[in-house]
C-alpha cells in the first residue's frame, strides 16, 4: 500500500506541475514528449532506471510513477486543451494577468476534472503493482505474494490476494467519487 501511495503522490505532483504549465508555450513541446513516454515498454523503463537507482523499493517506486506520470500527463493535457476559449477570455477581461488566469480558469476551475482523471488513472497503478512487485521481489509486496503463489500452484492464495488488491482499488475509486461529488456538486462529470 505504502508504495502504491507514495507512487501515487509523487506522479500526481510531476503531471500536475507540466501539465499546467503546458499552457505557457515553450513548456508545452515538453509536456507532449512526457505524454509520448507512454508508449515505452516496462522493460525498458526499468532498464534505464535500473542504472540511476540501485534500491529496490525505490526503483518500484519509480517505474510506478513514471508509468502513471505518462498516462496522467496524457489526460491532464487532454482536459487542459478542452478549456474553452471563452473562459480564457472572460478570465483576461476581468483584468488577470497569465499566472490569475492559470489560476482561476485551470487550476481552480478544473479541480473535479483533475479528481476524475487522477481517479481513472488508479487502475493503470493497481494493474502494475503487481507487475512491478513480482519483477524486483527484492522489495517483497503483493506482486511478489502472487508471483510466489503461481509457482507453488497455490490458486486460493492468488484469488484471495486478486480480492484483496481489488477491494483495496474499489475502496479508493469510491472515495474519490465520493469527494468529488461532494465538494464539486456542480460538476458535469
Not at 34 to 59: E, H, N, Q
Amino acid at each position: 500500500m505504502w508504495l502504491c501511495f507514495v507512487a501515487i503522490l509523487i506522479a500526481v505532483i510531476i503531471s500536475l506541475i507540466i501539465s499546467y504549465l503546458s499552457t505557457i508555450p515553450i513548456v508545452n513541446p515538453i509536456a507532449n514528449a512526457v505524454s509520448k513516454l507512454r508508449y515505452l515498454p516496462l522493460t525498458g523503463i526499468t532498464f534505464y532506471l535500473a542504472i540511476l537507482i540501485s534500491d529496490a523499493r525505490t526503483m518500484q517506486i519509480w517505474v510506478l510513477v513514471t508509468f502513471m506520470s505518462t498516462y496522467l500527463t496524457t489526460s491532464l493535457l487532454s482536459m487542459v486543451s478542452s478549456i474553452r476559449k471563452e473562459e480564457f477570455d472572460h478570465a483576461r477581461s476581468l483584468q488577470c494577468n497569465r499566472w490569475e488566469v492559470l489560476w482561476e480558469v485551470v487550476v481552480k476551475g478544473r479541480i473535479d476534472h483533475v479528481i476524475e482523471v487522477i481517479r481513472q488513472n488508479l487502475a493503470i497503478v493497481w494493474m502494475m503493482l503487481v507487475t512491478v512487485e513480482s519483477i524486483l521481489v527484492a522489495a517483497g509486496g503483493l506482486g511478489f505474494l502472487i508471483k510466489n503463489s503461481d509457482k507453488f500452484m497455490n490458486h486460493g492464495r492468488i484469488i484471495a490476494l486478486q480480492i484483496v488488491i481489488l477491494g483495496l482499488g474499489l475502496s479508493i475509486d469510491f472515495v474519490l467519487n465520493f469527494i468529488r461529488k461532494t465538494f464539486f456538486r456542480y460538476s458535469k462529470l
